[in-house]
């Protein structure tokens, strides 16, 4: 009789490791990198554009998991500035880089230092600055966008947890007691992460509640 195997999304038979849907990350670090700035026209005292900027954007449904699989080198840099020209004495700015995030991120730097958080779907947060361009002031030398290396951290904390066998209908209390609006369906994983509420209380207290995906195993 072979080794037994664990019972997991990927339905009975799947492998251990094998689940498309393990692997829950809630820590992420990223190289970012603002664009160079465009070079400036001595002659005729021409202005290079501005290199771009990185942005950390919250959008929901949006996961740590989903950046590093589509980003798998993790590294984000900007465009640069366009160069002065006889056409053109004002460089252009260069290309932003947008990065979309999961809502309740703290984003700290390389010595775990918090610099930012995005709590909310739509909120902003500007990672790398682009650098300037050439001018008067640099001697018309563009300037390098700042770099450097971050951490987001997914704030997932909760007072109560909820977890149980796959399509026990943990989602659904969920979304009874609380204002959240899990995936509810009549199959097992629905929940494929983790999913967070709040119940609210008419004193204002209020009370959190975490929803585990469902995991089964053979013994």
């Not at 001595?42 to 589509?70: C, H, M, N, Y």
């Not at 300037?143 to 951290?153: S, Y």
């Not at 904390?157 to 009874?176: H, Y």
């Amino acid at each position: 009789m072979g080794p037994r195997r664990r019972t997991a999304a990927g339905g009975p038979g799947t492998a251990l490791g094998e689940d498309p849907y393990g692997n829950f990350i809630d820590d992420l670090r990223l190289y970012v990198r603002g664009g160079t700035g465009g070079m400036g026209y001595p002659r005729l005292g021409g202005e290079g554009g501005r290199g771009g900027d990185v942005w950390f954007i919250a959008q929901e449904r949006s996961t740590l998991k989903g950046i590093k699989a589509r980003y798998p080198q993790k590294r984000f840099v900007a465009g640069s500035g366009a160069n002065s020209s006889v056409k053109a004495l004002k460089g252009g700015k260069g290309k932003d880089c947008e990065v979309h995030v999961p809502p309740g991120i703290s984003v700290l730097d390389d010595d775990g230092k918090k610099i930012g958080e995005l709590n909310r779907a739509g909120e902003r947060f500007l990672a790398a600055r682009g650098g300037l361009g050439g001018s008067l002031a640099t001697n018309f030398l563009p300037c390098k966008g700042q770099r450097r290396i971050v951490h987001l951290d997914l704030k997932l904390i909760a007072d109560v947890g909820l977890v149980g066998f796959p399509n026990a209908g943990k989602s659904s209390l969920l979304s009874k007691i609380s204002q959240a609006k899990p995936e509810i369906a009549n199959y097992a994983f629905t929940t494929i992460q983790p999913e967070l509420g709040k119940i609210m209380y008419e004193d204002f207290k209020q009370v959190g509640v975490k929803v585990y995906s469902g995991c089964l195993s053979c013994v």
